[in-house]
C-alpha cells in the first residue's frame, strides 16, 4: 500500500527565476526586443503567424508553425522574459504513454475519465481526448530537442502515475529553453517588453496593436495565436470567482510580489470584443506550495491547522484543499513530513530562510508550532493508524506512501496561491477560436490557460502543460496551414 511509484524523481512546482541567468541561457538574437527589423515582416507587409505569448503553449505554437512551413512568425511576449509562467513550474506533464508507463491501465479513455472526474464532469471531452491522443508525441517531440524523462508518478491532484517530468529544479525553465534553442534555429522573431494592446479582423487578416519599448505599432498577419495565460494576477476578476481570493492572496508565479506577473486577461476580453465565446463559471485553481509543502507527490505528507488537527484530505483536489485552508480562521496550516519522503528541490532553501524547519521528535516540533505536544501526537498517531489499513475513515483518504514516523521531522507554515485560471477562451480539438453565435472566428487560435474550459472546474494533476504543448502545437500548425492557404489564394 505505501510503495513509492515515482521512481525516486522529484520536482517542486514553481521557483524564482534570476532574470539575468535566464537572459543568458537564451540565444542571444532572439533578445532583440524592439530592435528596428524585429516586428517588421519584410516586403509583404504581413506576417503569416503571430503568436501572443511565449509560455510553453506560445513558444509550443510558434515552433509547430515553423515546422509546419509558415515563412514569417513573430512572438510577442508582454514581460521582460520569456517563459511566462511556465519558466515557474515543476514541468509536471501528465500522458498516454504505455510504452512509457508499461502500465496495461494506461489509456486514452482513463486518461479523459480521470480529467473529466477531477474537473466536475464540466470538462470538454472532445479537446481533452486531443491532449490525451497527442500526449505521448509531445514526450517524444520534447526529447528530440534534449528534454529527458523521469519515470512516471502520481502528482498532485492527479489519479494514476502518469506523470512524467525533466529531473532537476525546474523542469519548466529547461522546457522554455528547449523550445527558445529549436526556435533559433528556425530564426523566429521574439519581441520582449511588447504587449499586445488589442487586435481586431480586417478582411483574410488580424489586424494586431502593440506597444514595444520604441512605441506603439501596427501590425498585420493572417493567423493570431493567443497564448497569453490567464488572469491569476486581476484581483478584481479573481474575486467575483472566488471572494476569498482577496489582495492579500499572491499568485503562485509572484509570491512574494517582486517579480513581473502579466496574467491579467486583456486579451482574453478582446477575443471576447471580437466574436469569441468566453467561457464563465468553471473558476480557477488555487494551490499552496511556497510554503512548508515540499512534496511534488501524494502521501507522504500531512496538513494540520494551527491547533494540531487534521482538517482535510490531503489527495483531495486542489479546490477542495485551497477552500478547506482558506475556511480556517487563520487562513493557513502546517504541512508535515518525515525523513523517509522525497523532498523537492527547495528544501534547501526553504530550511535556510526559515520557511521549513526540521524537528527531532514530535514534541519538539509541537513546541516549535505553540501546539499542545498531545494533540499532534495524537493526530500522527491516528494518521499512521490509518496509513497501515489504507483507509481514513474521517477523511475518506486511501492513498498512503508512508507512515510519518522517522525522525528528523520537516514542517512549515502554509497558505493558499492563486494558480490557474479555468475559463477564458472556448476552443475546439483544432484550437480554433467558437464564435459566440456557434461558428468559429477565422484566423484566431487560442491555447495554454487563456483557453477556458477544457479541464471544468479543476485541473488534473500535470495535464496543464500537456494541454500547453497538444494545444500549443494544434494552434501552430492550423495557423499555419490558413496563412499558407491566404497566400496561396492571393
Known amino acids: ?69 509558415a515563412g514569417h512568425v513573430l512572438v510577442l511576449e ?51 481526448a486531443k491532449i490525451g491522443e497527442d500526449s505521448a508525441g509531445v514526450l517524444d517531440w ?15 491532484s492527479g489519479k494514476q502515475a502518469k506523470s512524467y517530468a525533466m529531473p532537476g529544479n525546474s523542469a519548466g525553465r529547461s522546457y522554455v529553453l528547449a523550445l527558445m534553442a529549436h526556435l533559433r534555429r528556425f530564426g523566429c522573431r521574439l519581441a520582449l517588453s511588447t504587449p499586445v494592446t488589442g487586435f481586431r479582423p480586417e478582411g483574410h487578416a488580424w489586424v494586431v496593436e502593440v506597444k514595444s519599448p520604441q512605441g506603439a505599432r501596427t501590425l498585420r498577419t493572417r493567423s493570431l495565436v493567443i497564448a497569453c495565460g490567464g488572469f491569476t494576477a486581476n484581483v478584481e476578476a479573481r474575486m467575483k470567482i472566488n471572494p476569498l481570493l482577496t489582495p492579500d492572496v499572491p499568485t503562485s508565479a509572484n509570491p512574494a510580489g517582486t517579480v513581473f506577473d502579466g496574467a491579467t486577461g486583456e486579451l482574453i476580453e478582446c477575443a471576447g470584443r471580437n466574436g469569441a465565446f468566453v467561457t464563465t463559471g468553471f473558476g480557477l485553481q488555487a494551490l499552496p506550495f511556497w510554503g512548508g509543502r515540499l512534496l511534488d507527490y501524494q502521501g507522504a505528507d500531512i496538513y494540520v491547522d494551527m491547533h494540531g488537527r487534521r482538517f482535510v484530505n490531503e489527495n483531495s483536489p486542489w479546490n477542495v484543499i485551497s477552500n478547506a485552508i482558506l475556511s480556517l480562521p487563520e487562513r493557513r496550516c502546517w504541512v508535515i513530513t518525515d525523513d523517509r519522503s522525497f523532498k523537492g528541490a527547495t528544501l534547501g532553501v526553504k530550511l535556510i530562510n526559515g520557511v521549513v524547519r526540521k524537528s527531532d521528535s514530535i514534541d519538539a516540533m509541537a513546541a516549535a508550532m505553540d501546539i ?91 495535464a496543464g502543460m500537456t494541454a500547453c504543448f497538444v494545444m500549443g502545437r494544434e494552434a501552430g500548425r492550423q495557423a499555419a496551414a490558413r496563412a499558407k492557404e491566404l497566400q496561396a489564394a492571393a
Not at 509560455?55 to 512551413?69: D, I, P, V
Not at 480521470?114 to 472532445?126: C, F, H, Q, S, Y
Open 142 to 156: 520534447l526529447e528530440s530537442l534534449g528534454v529527458f524523462w523521469s519515470e512516471p508518478f502520481i502528482a498532485y
Open 1 to 69: 500500500m505505501m510503495k513509492d511509484t515515482r521512481g525516486g524523481v522529484m520536482t517542486q512546482r514553481r521557483r524564482l527565476l534570476a532574470g539575468a541567468g535566464l537572459a543568458a541561457a537564451v540565444p542571444g538574437r532572439l533578445l532583440a526586443a524592439g530592435a528596428p527589423d524585429t516586428l517588421d515582416p519584410g516586403a509583404s507587409g504581413v506576417w503569416d503567424v503571430i503568436v501572443a505569448g511565449s509560455g510553453a503553449a506560445g513558444l509550443s505554437a510558434a515552433a509547430a508553425a515553423l515546422e509546419s512551413g
Open 78 to 128: 508582454k514581460g521582460p522574459l520569456v517563459g511566462g509562467h511556465s519558466i515557474y513550474s515543476s514541468g509536471s506533464v501528465s500522458a498516454v504513454a504505455p510504452s512509457r508507463s508499461h502500465d496495461p491501465n494506461d489509456t486514452l479513455g482513463r486518461f479523459v475519465e480521470d480529467a473529466l472526474e477531477v474537473g466536475g464532469g464540466t470538462g470538454d471531452a472532445a479537446v481533452l
Open 372 to 462: 499542545e505536544p498531545v494533540v499532534l501526537a495524537r493526530t500522527i498517531e491516528d494518521y499512521n493508524r490509518a496509513a497501515d489499513k489504507g483507509y481514513d475513515a474521517r477523511t475518506g483518504k486511501r492513498l498512503f506512501r508512508q507512515r510519518i514516523e522517522r525522525p528528523p521531522f520537516y514542517w512549515g507554515a502554509e497558505r493558499i496561491y492563486v494558480h490557474t485560471t479555468l475559463d477564458g477562451i472556448r476552443t475546439n480539438r483544432a484550437a480554433e477560436v467558437i464564435a459566440s453565435s456557434g461558428g468559429l472566428v477565422p484566423g484566431l487560435y487560442a491555447a495554454g490557460e487563456c483557453a477556458g474550459g477544457i479541464f471544468g472546474g479543476d485541473r488534473l494533476g500535470g
